[in-house]
Structure formats: structure tokens, C-alpha cells
């Protein structure tokens, strides 16, 4: 097979799974898990065919024009370079993982088959968008994994929880969707075509008349679908959706959309210095906040929710500095090692029987429980801190390099205002970064009290699947020298200065995190605090549904009661139940725009009501009123009826004989 041929399968097998296991699912329940997992596999397989084949070499473009659409032609296209290719890669491993690990932590779910497609589908929507070299096809895999979204973090639908978080993650990015639209036809209407190779090709010729206007309407999709500020405030909430979800979601598909779509039009942006700059500052902003609330959240899932908000200001940061060979490559780093902590995440719920860490530091024995999830997710937090040599050094590494050569002036893609920002900016990233993964570590696996539950060994396709993604979190870093060709053949190696500064700057962070720990833990023994814990012998999934319902019961409401044992609170002072809340975004939010929107909505329904609705049942009335008064004259009565007759006869004759007498006088 050709290249292109095996490309088109890469997507079109996942959706072929997914069709067929919704027709399957209950008339034959015993192919569904086949289903979810071999089309899914066989998609990784042939994607790292694809990227072999491609090698790093020039982009291998194809397409076929399946009937007329007006001027601007619709293709359905092709566009293999570097970046498509290995960002392809991780979407199969990831997607695939998840699938192995649900058909444990999911293995008695009656809603698992419709769960499995769902899946599927959502990861053929993000290969489409990878692959499509057409902007408009794109935007309709962009759209899928929208819809998807929506009905995977709504899985538990009994929990109010649930429900609220999947209409706000669809209803947020849908708003940042809207000027996306927009900024798509206006981009086709400067360069007269929605083909990506047409518009570099167009941009290179100096054919985009309002780049700052393109440029900001498409930043729309970056704030919406990666969660960077102000829109990220859905994707903390969409933690209550199972937690294979939410490793699917953070990991390879939904949220790194937004930053792979920004890299592939990445030029186009680069005409707009401004555009850049504001980049550059949403970023920032991004960064630190989500690294405060991190080292202010209880829920352990919330924590790496925030963690993937500022690791996507990371690649936004690189983006803004004009590098996205730096943005793609950590990109697929944090891919590999936030796979594995939320996939460990979801062993360690399972464990304890709660996702609550101030829960977790009174068991004592959960690391001796659980040794596999210890074990790599003690790795994947390695590398989200940045500590060599771990993948997530070398991808960090290299966007503060690229930040501190646009400072420096020796890179001219950005404006030196950009490349500062977001120097600065990560490097106090990197502080919290590494604050807030001591604290989750230490909180979870040093806790000290009663032994934790014993529910045996955990499954071997939840455990595996953990080994699996620890190769690329521990080696992919590595090959940092090998895969250059890649990443339009630009250089990832770090250099001294950041290497040395960042880790330095890690390593202060982890160190004051665990004396503050030392200093605080000692408390623990006198603020008791209860654990929710499931049912021993219960599915993962049951025990994280039952710890999320039943979170806010057991310990209150977290940022409200002081837990002395918590390094977090001694770390932020008074800003901690700022942080804890999302520094009350939301309530803003509901200020802002909630409130007026629904007293708006009010004030139609009043006057829906008690207006028009007036002048319709007044209508209705007067003909009522009309016929009663017409109906009363109808007696049946003959001699009435003549009576009548011959009376307006006699009025018509003398008014035609007055009339005629005026005329006449006239």
C-alpha cells in the first residue's frame, strides 16, 4: 500500500470500531471490547508506519475534490510532515492504552459499549484533525470531538457533578469555537483557499491583508479547546467523567487540538507581532494561575487537571516566541507522562477508595498496595517537574530556549516582549510545577495512619498499559539528537544556562514543598479525617464515582476547612482559598455574563408572557365577545328575521335618498 493509502486508514479504522460496536453492543456483547481495542491498535501500528515511511523527509501531500462548493473549494486532503506524523503516533498509543485500561476499570459498566465507541470515535475525530490538510475537514473532526466530549465526561449522568461538567466543556469551547469559525473564512477570504499548503503558500507571498484580525480570531481555538486562560475553566470540572477520560482528553486528543492547530498555521500567525504578544501574555497568565490553584486543590485528578493547563501555557508560550518544533515536541512528552498519571490516578482512587489527598495523607501503605502505580507515576512526576533526564526536561528545555533566543534578540520570529514573558513566566512555572508534584507525591504516598484497604492486586490491563507509556516519559527525551528531521530539522538540545537555571529552580520548589510537608505532617495525627471508601471489592469505576459524589460530604467544603497537615495551605498563606476556587473565575464568570443572560432571559419570558401574549388572548376575546353578541340575534324566529330585513332596507332607501339630495344641492 502507499502511504497515502495507509494514512487514510489511520483515522477510518477507529471510526469503522466505533460504528460497528454501537450496532453490536447489544445484540452481541462479546465482540464490543475486540472492537474498541483491535481497530484502535491497528491504527497506532499503521500510524507508525506512516511516520517511518515519512521519515522527516518533505510533507507528502494528497486529495480528491468530491463535488463543487462554491469559490473556495472544499478538499478532502491530506498534509503528512513531521509534526502530523509522530503527534499521530501518540493519539494511537494513548487512545489505545485507555482502551486496554477501560475494559478493566469499566469491565461491569452497562453503559461500557456506548463508552467504548465513543472512544473510538473521539480518537478518529483527533487523527482526522491531525492528518487533514484541508482547514474545513479539520474543523469537522474539531467538532466531533466536541460532541464526544460532552457525552464521555457525562458518563456518570446520575451525579449532578457529571452533568454540570459536560454542558460547561461544551458550552465553553463551543465560545471559543464561534470566533474560530469566523477566523477560518476570513483566512480563505485573504487567501482563497481552506488547503493548508495553499495558505502557507499564500502567506509566504505576502497574501494575508489582516493577519492581526485572522490571527485573533483563531487564538479563539487555543483559549477554548486547550483550556488556556480565561477559557480554561472546564476542563477542572471535567475531572467528574471517568478517568480513562480524562487521561484521553489531557493526554492526546481534545485539548492538544487547539496547540497543534496553532503549530500548523503557525506562520500565518507569525505576520502579527501583536497577535504573538497576546499570545505570549495568555500564556503567562496560564502558567502561573494554574500553577497556584494546583498546589491548592484536594482532588488528586484536579491537581493534574491544572497541571495540564499550565503544561498547554507551556507550548502556547512556544508558539508565542514563534518555535513550534519546541511546542510540538512537549506536546508529545506531556502526551506520554500525563497518560500515565491519570491512568495511575485511577488505580490509586481505586486503592484508597477516595480521590481526596487530604485522605490519602492519613493511610498509611498505599505506595506497598499499589507498587506498579507508585512506581511510574513517581517517573511521570519526575518528568512534569522537569528533572533530567526525563522527557519532560528535555521538552521544557527546549521552549525556554527559544523564549530566552526571542529575548535575547537573536531569533526575530516574535518580539522581544514576547520571548521575555514567557522566559520569565516558565521559570516561575517551574517552581510551582515542581511544588505542586512534591505535594501530590507526598500527600499521596507518605501518608502516615491506618494501612489502606486491601482490594488485592489491581487488574493487568490497568497496570500494564502504566509500563507501556513509562517507556516514552523515561526515553523519549533521549532521542532529542535522532529526531530533528522531524521538527523541520531545528535543534531541541538544551542549552546550559536554562538547563541549570530551570532545574536549579525545580529543585528549590520540590525542596522547600517537602520541609513544609515535614513541618506540617506532624499535625495529621490531630486533624483526623475520615476516608470515603468504596466497597473493597468494587470496580474502579464504582469507587470513583462514589468518591466524587460523595467528596464534598465526607471533608466539607476544602477550601473553607483548614487542614494544618496540608504543605499547600502553609505554602500559600491567605491566597490558598483564592487558588482553591480557581481564584473565583467562575463566580465572576456568573457576574458577568450568567446572571445578565439569564435576567435577560427573564425579562423575554415576562414580556412573552404578559405583552404578547396579551394581544394574542385579547384577539381571541374580542372574537369570542363578537360571536356571542352575533349569536344572540339568531333566534330562528322567521318573522324576526323579515322584520329585520325590511328595516334595513328602510334605512338604505333614506340614506340613498339624503345622499342624493346633497349632491344634488352641491
Known sequence: MT???????????????????????????GYVRPLAILPTLAAAVIAVVVAARQGGGPAIDASTRLTPTGSVPIDLALHLDGFAVLVAVLVGLVATCVQIYSTAYLRHDPRYPSYAAL???????????????????????????????????????????????????????????VPFLIGLFALAADTGTFRITGILGAVANGGLDHPTLIALLLLASVAGKSAQFPLHTWLPDAMAGPTPVSALIHAATM???GIYFVARLLPVFAESGAALVVLAVMAAV?????????????????????????????????????????????????????????????????????????????????????????????????????????????????????????????????????GWTVLVAGLLAAVLTAAYATRLWLLAFRGRGAEAPDHGRQPAAMTTVLWVLAIPT???????????????????????????????????????????????????????AGAVVAHPEAEPALIEAEAMTHHTAGYGDTPGTPDPADPGRLLLGPLHRHAATGFHLDALYATLFVRPVQAAASLVRFLDREVVDTYVRGSGTGARWLGTAVRRAQTGNVQTYLSVLLAGSLVLAIAAVVFANVNAGS
Open 255 to 257: 485539548v492538544a487540538a
Open 286 to 418: 496560564t502558567m502561573i494561575g494554574s500553577g497556584l490553584a494546583a498546589l491548592a486543590q484536594d482532588d488528586i485528578k484536579r491537581v493534574l487537571a491544572y497541571s495540564t493547563i499550565g503544561q498547554l501555557g507551556y507550548m502556547s508560550g512556544a508558539l508565542a516566541v514563534g518555535d513550534r518544533g519546541a511546542a510540538v515536541f512537549h506536546l508529545l512528552s506531556h502526551g506520554a507522562f500525563k497518560a500515565v498519571l491519570f491512568l495511575a490516578a485511577g488505580v490509586v482512587i481505586h486503592a484508597a477508595g477516595t480521590n481526596s489527598l487530604t485522605a490519602m495523607s492519613r493511610m498509611g501503605g498505599l505506595a506497598k498496595r499499589i507498587p506498579d502505580a507508585y512506581w511510574t507515576m513517581t517517573v511521570a512526576l519526575l518528568a512534569l517537574a522537569a528533572i533530567p533526564p526525563f522527557a519532560g526536561f528535555f521538552s521544557k528545555e527546549a521552549i525556554l530556549v527559544a523564549a530566552e533566543h526571542t529575548a535575547l534578540g537573536e531569533r526575530h520570529v516574535a518580539p522581544a516582549a514576547a
Open 3 to 29: 502511504t497515502t493509502t495507509l494514512a487514510v486508514l489511520v483515522p477510518l479504522l477507529p471510526f469503522l470500531g466505533a460504528a460497528t460496536g454501537l450496532l453490536l453492543g447489544r445484540t452481541a456483547p
Open 474 to 528: 523515561i526515553g523519549f527525551g533521549l532521542t532529542v539528537g535522532v529526531i530533528t528531521d522531524w521538527f523541520d530539522g531545528h535543534s531541541l538540545t538544551p542549552s546550559v544556562t536554562t538547563a541549570v537555571l530551570s532545574t536549579g529552580v525545580g529543585l528549590v520548589g520540590g525542596l522547600v514543598t517537602y520541609g513544609a510537608w515535614h513541618h506540617t505532617m506532624a499535625l495529621a495525627a490531630r486533624t483526623p
Open 119 to 177: 472512544v473510538s470515535l473521539f480518537t478518529s475525530a483527533m487523527l482526522l484533525v491531525v492528518y487533514s490538510g484541508d482547514v474545513m475537514v479539520l474543523l469537522v473532526g474539531w467538532e466531533v470531538m466536541g460532541i464526544c466530549s460532552y457525552f464521555l465526561v457525562g458518563h456518570y449522568w446520575e451525579t449532578p457533578e457529571a452533568r454540570a461538567a459536560s454542558l460547561k466543556a461544551f458550552l465553553v469551547t463551543k465560545l471559543g469555537d
